[in-house]
């Protein structure tokens, strides 16, 4: 990983905008690239808040606020023609797949991704956008009643945030978090915290939010899920997971794959001050020392890591 | 795995009836449990039709034909009380934990176990019920609509049952199967084989239920399964199963473990001549060849084998 200066601006594509940078957040999924996870060797980042500098198919945009949905889909194929966008496996991904990231003064998105921000939204709360859709996505996925009974283990950037909108939805919700500022800032919330997995009681849970990204903590989600409960797996991980499918059948348990999510949900309970995530960002630093901040982003218990590129 | 004639018959506990057994079939599950898959040391045998000899507490039932379900519940933990009795951690189950199964003269079940069949229904086909309320289990836990794409994975006992679910649900059904007789016996129900999953076309499948038990056929169900998409797991695995928990999470697949199923509507579609499963017998022993019996339904590609006992 490294910082260049010398990179040249994304060219602009049909139907799309350009957006100069101003905050950018740093994700596990950035570490993941670093490590090698998925051949990508552009520029990274992909949470980001920023104002459009040109948009030729969409000329009222240009001045605005903005965060921008990451997934360029073709728009054509049978995938995104069943609504599967984020699916398509034409697409591009900011940051992430064929597609230069916010890690930069500037960086390239279709207009149709763009959100444009209330003016009331500060912009570093405004770089959680993209985390707190993922954190939707579950519920998209995964209806949860107010009765039903959750855990979500891990309690970095992504479990903090996935905390906050299951508390939202009224359910039980209880986290299991290593370290002691992620306690802290799950006991403002008012949700419970464990500290020690050995004390959870096991097959309880309805529902069971693994977003640790660990094989220790899919182990831990395994041994809270109740017979026929669900298991949200919210990280992405590095290597293989190994787990007994038979246990899985016979307590007839249900493993989901979720990933990216909805805006609009997320900007309403940002803007609405509903979800205030200002207290989970722990250090922000200027574009040129971005490599300082991808170290500091993967100290362990790191919470959330700003880089600012415009003022 | 041996053949004793010394057993003593089991004791009759509260509200439980005494069964004499005519006809058990032979499972997958048998054939692991004699491989050391869990440690069950009793009588053998889950599929089974008998007549009630003995009910203290539901004389009407004596003289009666019967299935049963082969999950004895406690009756009052908080399992039992969600509903999830064939999930108690109490529970027995028949020839599988802790209560003496159907590949003996005599066996004992609660009497709210045991559903007594219509007179029309052949003795051969009622020991299908079990199985078949297994591959009804599926529909349950995943709702499946008649435009579902919807691939078997695997055209043994239990694909076969699972096929024939699915295709009366309308949904377009394909079957992987490896063995001749498996697919001639699929192309009567009118079901598209696929004998090579390597021709398969990827990534476009609503529903895969892996009905294999083996991890590649886990792979193959993997491979075929559409981004957002679901995979049941039909089957009990021997050992563990190794996946990719990063490509989970970013194609947002649902895994769903399946189990034991409702009798109900498996004996009507067996009463009422929707399924016939009497193609699916291979061979029938008396019990004596009980032994021989589990050999045979051990070869690749046996399909049913069922043992006879009272006659």
Request: a negative charge; one cysteine or more; glycine letters at 12%.
């Amino acid at each position: 990983m490294t910082f260049r200066d010398d990179v040249a601006a994304p060219a602009l594509g049909d139907d799309e905008a350009r957006v100069r940078v101003g905050v950018a957040g740093v994700c596990a999924t950035d570490l993941e690239l670093c490590r090698g996870y998925y051949p990508f060797e552009g520029v990274l980042g992909h949470e980001f808040v920023g104002r459009v500098v040109e948009a030729p198919t969409a000329p009222e945009l240009v001045g605005h606020r903005v965060v921008g949905e990451i997934n360029a889909p073709c728009g054509r194929c049978a995938a995104c023609l069943a609504g599967l966008g984020n699916h398509c496996p034409e697409r591009t991904v900011l940051g992430i797949l064929g597609r230069s990231g916010a890690f930069a003064e500037e960086l390239v998105l279709p207009v149709a991704n763009l959100h444009r921000l209330p003016g009331e939204l500060s912009r570093e709360r405004a770089t959680f956008v993209e985390p707190l859709a993922a954190a939707y996505q579950l519920c998209e996925q995964v209806p949860l009643r107010p009765t039903d009974r959750v855990l979500v283990v891990g309690a970095g950037r992504l479990g903090q945030l996935v905390a906050r909108v299951l508390a939202e939805g009224g359910c039980e919700v209880s986290v299991v978090a290593r370290h002691q500022r992620q306690r802290e800032l799950l006991a403002e919330i008012g949700v419970s915290v464990v500290g020690d997995a050995e004390a959870l009681p096991s097959r309880c849970f309805d529902v069971v939010v693994e977003a640790s990204g660990s094989p220790s903590g899919f182990e831990v989600a395994r041994a809270a899920v109740r017979p026929r409960g669900t298991i949200v797996l919210k990280s992405t991980y590095a290597g293989r997971l190994e787990l007994d499918a038979s246990a899985l059948v016979v307590d007839e348990i249900t493993l989901v794959g979720s990933r990216c999510g909805p805006f609009a949900p997320a900007i309403r309970a940002l803007a609405g001050g509903r979800i205030d995530p200002a207290p989970l960002i722990e250090a922000v630093y200027p574009l040129e020392r971005g490599v300082e901040a991808l170290d500091h982003a993967g100290r362990p218990g790191a919470l959330k890591v700003l880089i600012t590129i415009d003022g």
